[in-house]
Every structure is written in C-alpha cells, then in structure tokens.
C-alpha cells in the first residue's frame, strides 16, 4: 500500500476503479526523459528499469491478472550498437536478478519475441525463469523482448500452413480460437488496455491481434517518471470508458 498520503487519501476511489485483467504496455521516452536532465539516453534506461519494478509491484498491489512490457521491439535493432549493448545488459541483470526473486513471489513469467537473436546464455535464463514460475498463480508478467506484433502473427500462420500441409488440421478449421492458440500470448487473455508514455500515440507493432479491442491511453509522462500517480489517473480513464465492443450502450 501506498506511504504517500496524496496516494493513500485516493483509497476510496481506488476501490471505485475498474481493474483491467490484462494490461500491456509500451515504455517509452527513456531518452527524452535523459535528456531533458543533461543525463546519457542510458540513465533514462536504467531509470526506466526502476519504473518496470514500480508497474510490477503496482499490478500486484491492485491484482491486475496479467502484464506485458514491451521492452525491446525486433525494430529497435536499428539504433546504436552501445545501446542495444546496454538495454541487453539491463535485460540480462533483470532477468538473472529480478525475475528469480518474482518467481518467489508467485509471479508467472513468460517472454515473448523471436528468441533465435538472443545470445545462448540468456536464452537459457529465460528458458530456466519460465520453467521455474510455470506452476504459479500470481500475477502473469509477460516481457515482449526482441518482439514484433506482425512477426508474431507470421509465425502463427506458418505453424498452422504446416498443419494443414501434414493433414493435421484441414483449411475449415481455421478460425480466431486456433490462431489464439499458435501466437505468443496463447492461453492469456486479450489486453483491455494498452499504455503508452510519453505523449506518442500509436501501437509501434506491439500486441496488434490481441489488442482488437483493447482500450488506449497515453500518457504525457516519460516512461521513467511511471509511478503510482500516473497509474491511478489511467486507471481512471480506464474505468471511465464504455466497452461495447462493437454493441451498443448497457
Ligand atoms: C523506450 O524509450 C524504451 C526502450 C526502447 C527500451 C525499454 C527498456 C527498458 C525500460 C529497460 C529494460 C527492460 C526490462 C524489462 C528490464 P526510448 O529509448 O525509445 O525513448 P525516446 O523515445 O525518448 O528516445
């Protein structure tokens, strides 16, 4: 629970609020939040890890189901390899220290991306955190790493051709419920909202089959400065829209 009395005053409310059961969402403006402050683009990252361990607890706190960060998308690729270096070396740290002590905490783990450019090492950290949670039933704490929304999607559809290929399935059985089953959220529920910081306002290929119906909001906040002000006032417009999905008024 929140020592902050601005915070704590909130706690009626709080119980007034909707609570998604899947929240995603895209961290962004680490390097505009650095450079703002005079610091290097990878202050505002390790800044940004610190905000990753605030959301975590946070969603805990509130018993919101599931998470997915987007932490690094197959386009980040483009920027420069002392970056790329340093976000590796935070996702290493956090993977390696982190995530072992949520696991602890009955927190589930899955990372989602193309795992194939990951070093080996890492990828057998992952592999261990995910094994090691797969039985818990706490939050469900999705890291989206080296992932993109339209690749995912491809890889769904070449595992089901295959299947149709060997006769396993036939053409008419392809519907939502089987790609559900082939993408890397399989077995969790849709996003209801996807977040973005830092006044940007778009999905940046993260979650596009699974967020059809996910509600939008961003933030003016950089990614860094996400604490539990910022959740509170997007958990309010949260609850202050009307999910039709696509029927009318209740
Ligand atoms: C967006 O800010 C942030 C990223 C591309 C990297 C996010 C990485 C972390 C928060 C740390 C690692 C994550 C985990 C889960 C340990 P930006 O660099 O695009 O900012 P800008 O738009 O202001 O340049």
Redesign the pocket.
Known sequence: MSTNPAIASLQPERQALKIPDHIGVI???????ANARGLR?SE??RA??Q??RRIVELCISYKVRCLT?F??SSE?WRRPPDEINF?FG??RR?VSSDLNRLVAANVRIRIIGERAGLESGLRAIIEEVEAKSAANTGLDLV?AFNYGAKAEIVSAVRQIAGKVATGEISPDEIDEALLDGHIYTHGLPDPDLIVRT?GEMRLSNFLLWQSAYAELVFVEE??PDFDEAVFLKVLRTYSERDRRFGGIAS
């Open positions: 961290m962004d403006g680490n390097g505009r939040w683009r505002g990252h940004g890890v905000a990753v960060l932490s690094f980040n976000i935070l996702l956090f890291v830092s950089a990614w």
